[in-house]
């Protein structure tokens, strides 16, 4: 008669045909301590390590080590961090400067004294629109042809000019007392007029040779 096997619980179970086979069955790791057993004339399953014709097969039994769970493959993400870091910083850094640049026009290459070095005023009047800035009463007052305009209808007084003149130049005069913001706001209207060359008068100061003639 034959001996049925089953791994704790199982509804299935093998048939082996004596003992020395299941503990055979045992040291080589096919069974387990726990798993059960019933023999010849038996009527209920036992647990091997409770049977005692098992118990000299269980006294070496020596399981073996559990298998080392297989390894993950990961990626190293801090150097793409690092790089995207960078990456983050440069183009945060070149769109200030571009935010910059739109709102300080970089200065002209040529010093615009140098421009009109030899040009007189007079002929100044052939092919630009005049502009003036000072302090009246305190307060910058911008002139567009001698006519005072608010600096928000600056760019519309600048076309206006451009339409009955047909000038397309800019001669700009500012009083050094006037507050850098005007001068700003005079050169944005005419970057939104399409002026194409501005001009910057500078008067010297008279000595005092030419106040006695």
Known sequence: MSWKVRHQGSPQHAEVASTEEIGQGIQDGAWEPTDEVMGPGEDDWTPLELHPAFAEALADYDPLPASPPPEETRLDMNPLIDVSLVLLIFFILTTVYE????????????????????????ELKKFTIRVTAALEKGEPVVRVEGVAVPEADLEAAIEKAMQKTGYSRLAM??????????????????????????????????????ESR
Request: net charge neutral; hydrophobic share 35%.
């Open 99 to 122: 935010e910059l640049r739109k709102e300080f026009p970089p200065p002209p290459g040529m010093p615009e004294e140098a421009k009109t070095q030899g040009i007189k005023e007079n």
């Open 173 to 210: 005069e500012v009083d050094r007392a006037v507050p850098w913001r005007v001068v700003m706001a005079i050169q944005d209207a005419a970057a939104g007029a399409k002026i194409q060359e501005t001009i910057r008068i500078v008067r010297r100061p008279r000595t005092e040779v030419e």
